[in-house]
């Protein structure tokens, strides 16, 4: 993720951050006081998720079953990370790097797919996806050629933060698009999506823009710009994937 060169870092902080607030509250009692702010001990962020499956949030169970698998110690730890603005920012600076995301290389570029910080504690994990089904010629111009194969494809790139084993945020980016045997030759549409279990967190997106990138890579390319607050920490970062006629080439959250 990354703003500019200047807020790669601050932007990370956040999303980060707010990954690893949301995973420490598992283990204890469900029944939160009044006065406690939600995400201010276990049993409060307990409450939080209850209230999150009970509204029909199906994403939801699964932060609370990983978070009840915590033990008391770990649920404790978990809070620390969630509630200390510090944390936040040491926990955000081990999503970032250098890179300038303008002078990626895309067909050269390795997509990372796990980075570690605090002893393995805090995990950022990228997983990626494609679908693809052979389809009929819809157009004049693919009906003049009876030998031409089309194909149809969905190709997908996701980051997920996880604390301690726990689910806290994943944002996903997408792109459908078109191909011959040899080359891309439509993009449908991109689209980006998100999960959030850190209660005092907001996080939006901007439009998804698509395109082919020029030859020799003629890729289908879908990016956004993700924006975000974490207690009075601003961040932002862009997400990119990009794919082909032989499926998922790339992505990255900077």
């Given at each position: 993720?990354?703003?500019?060169a200047?807020?790669?870092?601050?932007?990370?902080?956040?999303?980060?951050?707010?990954?690893?607030?949301?995973?420490?509250?598992?283990?204890?009692?469900a029944?939160?006081?009044a006065?406690?702010?939600?995400?201010?001990?276990?049993?409060?962020?307990?409450?939080?998720?209850v209230?999150?499956?009970?509204?029909?949030?199906?994403?939801?169970?699964?932060?609370?079953?990983?978070f009840?698998?915590?033990?008391e110690?770990?649920q404790?730890?978990?809070?620390?990370?969630?509630?200390?603005?510090?944390?936040?920012?040491?926990?955000?600076?081990?999503?970032?790097?250098?890179?300038d995301?303008?002078?990626?290389?895309?067909e050269?570029?390795?997509?990372?797919?796990?980075?570690?910080?605090?002893?393995?504690?805090?995990?950022?994990?990228?997983?990626?996806?494609?679908?693809?089904?052979?389809?009929?010629?819809?157009?004049?111009?693919?009906?003049?050629?009876?030998?031409?194969?089309?194909?149809?494809?969905?190709?997908?790139?996701?980051?997920?933060?996880?604390?301690?084993?726990?689910?806290v945020?994943?944002?996903?980016?997408?792109?459908?698009?078109?191909?011959?045997k040899?080359?891309?030759?439509?993009?449908?549409?991109?689209?980006?999506?998100?999960?959030?279990?850190?209660?005092?967190?907001?996080?939006?997106?901007?439009?998804?823009?698509?395109?082919?990138?020029?030859?020799?890579?003629?890729?289908a390319?879908?990016e956004?710009?993700?924006?975000?607050?974490?207690?009075?920490?601003?961040?932002?970062g862009?997400?990119?994937?990009?794919?082909?006629?032989?499926g998922f080439?790339?992505?990255?959250?900077?």
């Amino acid at each position: 993720m990354r703003k500019t060169a200047k807020m790669t870092r601050r932007r990370l902080v956040g999303m980060a951050a707010v990954t690893a607030a949301a995973i420490t509250m598992a283990a204890m009692p469900a029944t939160a006081s009044a006065e406690e702010a939600v995400g201010s001990t276990p049993a409060s962020y307990e409450a939080y998720l209850v209230e999150q499956v009970e509204l029909g949030d199906a994403d939801a169970q699964q932060t609370l079953d990983e978070f009840q698998a915590l033990s008391e110690g770990e649920q404790e730890q978990f809070i620390t990370y969630l509630n200390d603005p510090q944390r936040g920012q040491e926990l955000g600076d081990f999503l970032s790097d250098v890179t300038d995301v303008d002078s990626i290389n895309e067909e050269s570029y390795e997509t990372e797919l796990t980075k570690t910080s605090e002893n393995g504690d805090v995990v950022l994990e990228a997983t990626t996806g494609i679908d693809q089904v052979e389809s009929a010629p819809s157009t004049d111009e693919e009906l003049a050629d009876p030998t031409a194969r089309y194909y149809d494809w969905n190709a997908w790139y996701q980051v997920s933060d996880k604390i301690l084993g726990v689910t806290v945020t994943t944002v996903k980016i997408g792109v459908n698009y078109r191909t011959t045997k040899s080359r891309v030759v439509k993009v449908y549409s991109g689209y980006a999506s998100h999960r959030n279990r850190v209660p005092f967190v907001e996080f939006r997106h901007g439009i998804v823009s698509k395109w082919i990138s020029a030859d020799p890579a003629n890729n289908a390319t879908a990016e956004t710009i993700w924006q975000g607050e974490w207690k009075g920490i601003a961040w932002d970062g862009r997400q990119r994937v990009w794919a082909d006629q032989s499926g998922f080439k790339g992505g990255y959250l900077k």
